[in-house]
C-alpha cells in the first residue's frame, strides 16, 4: 500500500464549527505532515510529526490543533476558523522526518469556510 | 529556509520538449526535489537529485549542478496531460523540511 489517504474530501464549515480532518498511512513511515494549499501558491508546511510526536509547528494559530494517535493516524483539529483559512489542507507522509526523503501526498481536503 | 526561485508559467507544444529551471540558495544544500501537481490535486514526486548530473526516468530528466545552484526538469514527447504546475522543492538549511518554490505551471497546447 503506497497511499495515504486523507478524509472528508470536501469540507464546508461556519465559523462557530468544530471539525476533525484525518489522514492515514500504511507504509509504515513515521514522519507525517500537515500543509496548507491556497490557490496558485506552493503548500506551507503547518506542523510536522516525527516517530508520534510533535517535532515542528511553524507558529500556526491554535484554532488549528493536530493530533497523532498513533504511527499510522493523524488527526488535524478545527475549531473557530476564519474565512481565509479557506483552502487545501494536505497531509503528507515519509519514512523519517529526521532525514532528507521522499514526502507522499495525500489527495487533500478541500475547506471552505463560511 | 531556503530561497528557491522558478518562473511562474510556461507553455509549449504537444510532442515538444520543455525545460523548467530552478535556482536556490547553496549553503546547507542537502538535496532538490520536483514534483508535479495537477489543478486540485496532490503534488506527486518526480525526482530528487543529490549529486551532480541528470537522472533520466522516462519523459521525465532533472538535472542538478550544486555549484551552480541550479537545476531543471526537462520533459520530452509533451502530452497534453503533463499540463501541470511543477513544484521544485528543497531543505533548509540546517533542516530536513521542504520549502518549495512558488511552482511552474506548465501549459501544452496542441
Known amino acids: 500500500d503506497t497511499e495515504v489517504t486523507q478524509t472528508p474530501k470536501h469540507l464546508v464549515m461556519g465559523m462557530t464549527n468544530k471539525k476533525s480532518l484525518k489522514c492515514e498511512q500504511h507504509?509504515?513511515?513515521?514522519?507525517m505532515y500537515w500543509y496548507k494549499q491556497k490557490a496558485k501558491k506552493p503548500p506551507e508546511l503547518m506542523f510536522v510529526y516525527s516517530y508520534e510526536k510533535l517535532s515542528i509547528n511553524e507558529s500556526v494559530p491554535s484554532r488549528f490543533s493536530p493530533e497523532c494517535p498513533n504511527s499510522s493516524l493523524l488527526n488535524l483539529h478545527l475549531h473557530a476558523l476564519q474565512p481565509e483559512d479557506s483552502a487545501l489542507y494536505l497531509c503528507?507522509?515519509?519514512?523519517?522526518?529526521?532525514?532528507?526523503?521522499?514526502?507522499?501526498f495525500g489527495p487533500g481536503t478541500r475547506l471552505t469556510v463560511l | 529556509g531556503q530561497n528557491i526561485d522558478q518562473p511562474t508559467e510556461m507553455t509549449a507544444t504537444e510532442g515538444a520538449i520543455v525545460q523548467i529551471n530552478c535556482t536556490y540558495q547553496?549553503?546547507?544544500?542537502?538535496?532538490l526535489f520536483w514534483y508535479q501537481q495537477h489543478a486540485g490535486e496532490a503534488p506527486t514526486f518526480l525526482s530528487y537529485?543529490?549529486?551532480?548530473g541528470l537522472e533520466e526516468k522516462g519523459r521525465f530528466s532533472s538535472f542538478l549542478s550544486r555549484s551552480k545552484g541550479y537545476s531543471y526538469l526537462l520533459l520530452k514527447e509533451l502530452q497534453m496531460k503533463d499540463s501541470a504546475s511543477y513544484l521544485c522543492?528543497?531543505?533548509?538549511?540546517?533542516?530536513?523540511?521542504?520549502?518549495f518554490g512558488k511552482g511552474t505551471k506548465l501549459s501544452v497546447i496542441p
Open positions: 503528507a507522509s515519509s519514512q523519517d522526518g529526521q532525514l532528507v526523503n521522499e514526502q507522499f
Open positions: 547553496t549553503s546547507g544544500f542537502n538535496g
Open positions: 522543492a528543497a531543505p533548509g538549511a540546517g533542516s530536513y523540511q521542504l520549502t
Open positions: 537529485n543529490v549529486l551532480d
Open positions: 507504509m509504515g513511515h513515521r514522519a
